[in-house]
């Protein structure tokens, strides 16, 4: 019995790599790439205890689906899918599995690659990192603070963000 096939979830519960495996295995793919993300202690030299992921879901799982349509067209004979956390994890957590297949290892490398980079550049999915000096959302620039705006005397800080805010680094 094969499992059912699904090319992009976004979920607020433990993800499965065995899953997301399953969903692109089949006969013909002598490759098959994996790629897991996880929560780290640490970022940019700051210590890390948890992370809270946002998204627009139903437009984050719709670009997630494109994503995986293109990089299909792309490579004939690949197979992508891919599952995303949101809610809060902790360190250790898996924040998002890409799986790939291919009739070779190579393409099924560069199917995962393509896929989760992908992902990061385009899906609409925020991360804020906590940690013991405070909380910052990842990524956020404020529209109005081009290199024209000083803000230093206005109390305007980066990284203290809100939801919604993109991340340009997951």
């Known amino acids: 019995?094969?499992?059912?096939?699904?090319?992009?979830?976004?979920?607020?519960?433990?993800?499965?790599?065995?899953?997301?495996?399953?969903?692109?295995?089949r006969p013909g793919a002598g490759g098959l790439a994996v790629f897991v993300g996880v929560?780290?202690?640490?970022?940019?030299?700051?210590?890390?205890?948890?992370?809270?992921?946002?998204?627009?879901a139903s437009m984050a799982k719709r670009e997630m689906e494109r994503i995986a349509d293109e990089i299909e067209r792309e490579m004939p004979d690949?197979?992508?899918?891919?599952?995303?956390?949101?809610?809060?994890l902790e360190v250790g957590d898996a924040a998002v599995v890409c799986a790939a297949s291919a009739p070779h290892r190579g393409e099924a490398f560069r199917a995962c690659r393509e896929l989760i980079d992908r992902i990061k550049a385009r899906v609409p999915i925020w991360k804020r990192e906590i940690g013991p000096d405070g909380?910052?959302?990842?990524?956020?620039?404020?529209?109005?603070?081009?290199?024209?705006?000083?803000?230093?005397?206005?109390?305007?800080?980066?990284?203290?963000?809100?939801?919604?805010?993109?991340?340009?680094?997951?």
């Open 78 to 88: 690949v197979r992508v899918a891919a599952m995303h956390r949101t809610g809060s």
């Open 135 to 170: 909380a910052a959302w990842v990524g956020w620039e404020d529209a109005r603070c081009g290199p024209e705006h000083d803000h230093s005397a206005d109390g305007h800080a980066h990284g203290q963000g809100r939801p919604g805010a993109p991340a340009g680094e997951r």
């Open 1 to 25: 019995m094969t499992a059912p096939r699904f090319k992009a979830e976004l979920r607020e519960t433990p993800l499965s790599v065995d899953e997301t495996l399953a969903s692109v295995r």
């Open 39 to 56: 929560v780290r202690d640490e970022s940019a030299g700051r210590a890390v205890t948890r992370l809270e992921y946002s998204a627009y």
